[in-house]
């Protein structure tokens, strides 16, 4: 049974139109994560919420923004996606935010701009 | 700050071969260090963990990995390749703070 669940599988948005993914847990964790992994590349680290609070990494655009209205769901704003902006978005929870907690992963959001 | 090396990006083995991919780290103190595999169009599975103790772990599908200190890697090892292996690799590295940092990867190709 999926545990961490992103919708869409596959989204396609045109230039500059705002687009939302979405990713809902039933694992009652309270930490989720937003990861984007360009092809070839690492994920990287965009933000996370630990419970209500978010964290924003320092070099993440402030074209990307996240909402968590409550603990089962966290969704990915891009307000104007441009082609950079194509690529995989990865959602994870973990239970806590200590060094040590595995994180659990989606299958993931493929992410076109045309 | 910490990184996450992985120096081959593509490796092709034999089905049945053994492998081995190799991650180095950089860490002032023991980090919390993680394989994980990614099949094509997929999310991250994590395949193990490296906490504390035995340095040698065990992981899911057959894998297992061991700690060094000295040389400050992570490889990940398999005795024998199964067709199924064939996906891309990462290894990563959590410290204190709540950032899991990845590497490159390594992309495995399985021939017959």
């Known amino acids: 049974d999926a545990m961490v669940i992103q919708n869409p599988r596959y989204q396609v948005t045109q230039f500059g139109k705002p687009v939302t993914l979405s990713c809902s847990q039933t694992l009652n964790h309270n930490v989720m994560y937003w990861y984007q992994q360009k092809s070839s590349q690492a994920p990287k680290l965009l933000f996370h919420?630990?419970?209500?609070?978010?964290?924003n990494e320092a070099d993440t655009p402030d074209n990307f923004q996240s909402r968590r209205p409550n603990t089962s769901f966290c969704f990915l704003d891009i307000r104007s996606p441009g082609l950079g902006d194509a690529a995989m978005y990865l959602c994870?929870?973990?239970?806590?935010?200590?060094?040590?907690?595995?994180?659990?992963f989606g299958s993931g959001t493929q992410l076109s701009v045309l | 700050a910490q990184s996450v090396t992985q120096p081959d990006i593509h490796i092709t083995v034999s089905e049945g071969a053994s492998l081995e991919l190799r991650c180095n780290y950089s860490?002032?103190?023991?980090?919390?260090l993680f394989w994980y595999v990614q099949s094509p169009g997929q999310g991250l599975q994590l395949l193990l963990k490296y906490f504390s103790g035995d340095t040698l772990v065990q992981g899911i599908k057959g894998f297992e990995a061991e700690f060094k200190r000295s040389q400050s890697s992570f490889n990940l090892r398999k005795p024998s390749v199964h067709w199924s292996d064939a996906a891309e690799y990462f290894c990563?590295?959590?410290?204190?703070?709540?950032?899991?940092?990845f590497g490159t990867g390594t992309r495995l190709t399985v021939i017959p």
């Open positions: 994870a929870t973990s239970r806590d935010i200590t060094a040590n907690e595995k994180l659990f």
């Open positions: 860490y002032g103190a023991t980090p919390y």
């Open positions: 990563a590295v959590k410290t204190g703070a709540n950032n899991l940092f």
């Open positions: 919420y630990y419970d209500k609070d978010f964290n």
